[in-house]
């Protein structure tokens, strides 16, 4: 990531690339790991699938900046807190306002910088390993889309934070297997932040109604209707969010429930089925070993924990 750039307008950047002040920013972090020890972490089973090679915290970062003509050998994570900055990539120029994280592929041409008037407060980390490709592909980012709304800005923040604390401390095998893990629930929170629906949505507000009539009965026209959109439009929704439909995902929800019931409690089948909204005990069990693979005394009686 690197400290000041010498002058943050585009122009200058373009003209300096790499070139960078020797004084940081007021209570900034700043984490390297030695090539060699990312070099030897790369090598081993349980992190070569992802290695943090950098890590820090620019608190209103006025003139912070870079440009890679060619890229970054790892993928930049930079999660704006507070402030604004600007990324190019993708042959694009995007704002960024708090609540945003950037992610940029290794190898991606790009820019990025703190705005004049309003500088950016930024976490940041640099990743290498085996599964990057995949966890970026994941959190829904690319070359062309570098910039992600954040919703649990401050669940990406305190996970950086570990990091950042915990290589500033050393960088010893133990310590690297722990930015490791850390680095992956960061890559896994940005792909939750993208899949789960936005409160309000359509989507999300059938999800809750669905949720709440557990022991009901729903009919797509109607759910559809009630959050204001069409049927089709409301089936494309749900699999997208669910990787089904809406009946099979109240199915899903209706057995969820069933097992809480036989798990903490001694009611019977019956009344477990009556309480996820099958008066048909007979039917309830149908579809509970279609679900589970046995029925439900059977899985009762299974030890567990």
């Not at 995949?134 to 934070?161: C, F, Q």
């Given at each position: 990531m690197g400290s000041r750039a010498v002058d943050m307008d585009d122009s200058t950047v373009r003209q300096n690339g790499g070139m960078q002040r020797a004084e940081g920013f007021e209570r900034q972090r700043l984490s390297v790991v030695p090539r060699p020890v990312v070099e030897a972490a790369l090598a081993k089973p349980v992190t070569r699938r992802m290695v943090v090679t950098d890590a820090g915290y620019f608190p209103r970062a006025t003139g912070h900046g870079r440009h890679r003509p060619t890229g970054a050998p790892e993928t930049i994570v930079i999660v704006c807190v507070s402030g604004a900055g600007w990324v190019d990539a993708g042959g694009q120029r995007t704002r960024v306002g708090s609540s945003t994280a950037i992610v940029i592929p290794g190898g991606v041409t790009h820019s990025y910088g703190a705005d004049a008037g309003d500088p950016w407060t930024i976490w940041w980390c640099h990743?290498?390993?085996?599964?990057?490709?995949?966890?970026?592909?994941?959190?829904?980012?690319?070359?062309?889309?570098?910039?992600?709304?954040?919703?649990?800005?401050?669940?990406?923040?305190?996970?950086?934070?570990?990091?950042?604390?915990?290589?500033?401390?050393?960088?010893?095998?133990?310590?690297?297997?722990?930015?490791?893990?850390?680095?992956?629930?960061?890559?896994?929170?940005?792909?939750?932040?993208?899949?789960?629906?936005?409160?309000?949505?359509?989507v999300e507000r059938a999800l809750r109604y669905l949720e709440d009539r557990i022991d009901g009965t729903v009919h797509v026209g109607e759910l559809a209707a009630m959050v204001g959109v069409s049927p089709s439009h409301l089936a494309a929704l749900f699999r997208d969010a669910t990787g089904g439909g809406v009946i099979a995902h109240h199915l899903a929800l209706k057995m969820a429930h069933a097992r809480h019931l036989l798990d903490g409690t001694d009611l019977p089948v019956a009344e477990v089925a009556r309480r996820v909204g099958m008066d048909d005990a007979f039917y309830f069990s149908r579809r509970f070993r279609v679900a589970h693979g046995v029925s439900p005394t059977a899985y009762r009686g299974q030890g567990k924990g």
């Open positions: 990743v290498r390993g085996s599964d990057m490709p995949e966890l970026v592909e994941a959190a829904g980012a690319s070359a062309d889309r570098v910039v992600l709304p954040l919703r649990a800005v401050d669940r990406a923040t305190a996970l950086l934070d570990e990091i950042s604390t915990s290589l500033a401390r050393d960088t010893t095998p133990a310590r690297m297997v722990a930015a490791s893990g850390m680095a992956w629930r960061l890559f896994t929170q940005l792909a939750v932040d993208r899949l789960l629906p936005e409160h309000g949505t359509p």
